[in-house]
């Protein structure tokens, strides 16, 4: 069966997972029976373009790597006359963060739910900011809204408490959420300087186009409204969330912690207590036999506290171009398996 696919925004995310795609296109035909051709893609750095038979992806991939125009198949429309029009049956909403408004996101979300489209998303703006909206037009139009790659990269979160511990009930989530923020942590540790170590994880794919969001917390505060929203079955606001950055650390307090054979971690948090969800994201000084303090570089790790299962922790990428590429891919899978079984 062939999925039309609409890429909304052709940034880091986009370019991974049409790299994985190309690498894994006879594995996932032979195994899944998929098949896919990206139809429309969105951009405002490299142009809008169209073709309802499959763009050549590769020629676009030059182009944008080489930082040019994208020169076949331009198409007039605005993004949302194309996410509307085009004949895509998954339109995936890669472009970035905007977690004040939600940004174009929201109109891209709403535009392809309300014509009958999926929506796949790495964008935490219109899952953390209004999520209820975006499910009911889901609902309303018969499609889904799937929002794995905005949580921890593809390191299954949303899913895994959505499918595998459906039925246990969570009552707290704790854990790292950032991967540009741990990596600097770690690389700070070992004697990097911060400015410097910020670059690297930008040049690395880490960190949010504005890393303000990574170092001030805003972006695991998004994770946490997400967690506790989704979840948790809350319906709390980003603002409810308190927040700490990691830009007040400094060199003293990195050695102050290792005396105390201790290491800082950001670490964010959602837990229900008297049957009121709290969120929360702040620096910790965590002793080094606690098993996140072992958990280093981009990688992320979440405990869940569960009744039936007691604590079940994942580890895994939280960040990164084929990392957040997979999130896109789990989910745009799943829509396809669904369609095979129904
Ligand atoms: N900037 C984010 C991080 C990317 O570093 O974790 C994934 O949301």
Known sequence: MKNKLALIGFGTVGKGLCEILKMKQAYLNKKYGFDYSIVAVADFAYGNVYNPDGLD???????ANA???FTKDLTNL???SLIKTCNADIVCELTYTDLTTGGAAIDHCKAALSTGKHIVTSNKGPAALFYPEM???ADDHGVKFMIEGTVVAGTPIINLTDGPLAGCEISKIRGILNGTTNYMLTEMEKGMDYAEVLKIAQELGYAEADPTGDVEGYDARGK?????????GASIKISDVSCKGITKISKADIAAAKAKNARWKLIGSVEKKDGKVFGSVAPEMIDLSHPLAGVMGAT???TFTT???GDITIVGPGAGKIQTGFAILTDIL???RSKKCC
């Open 135 to 137: 499910k009911k037009i």
């Open 78 to 80: 605005d993004t949302v």
């Open 67 to 69: 930082k040019k125009k």
């Open 300 to 302: 992320n790790a979440l």
């Open 334 to 336: 799943a829509i396809h």
């Open 307 to 309: 009744d039936l299962m």
């Open 57 to 63: 992806i590769d020629q676009m991939m030059k182009e």
């Open 224 to 232: 946490v409204t997400i967690l506790a929203n989704i979840v948790m």
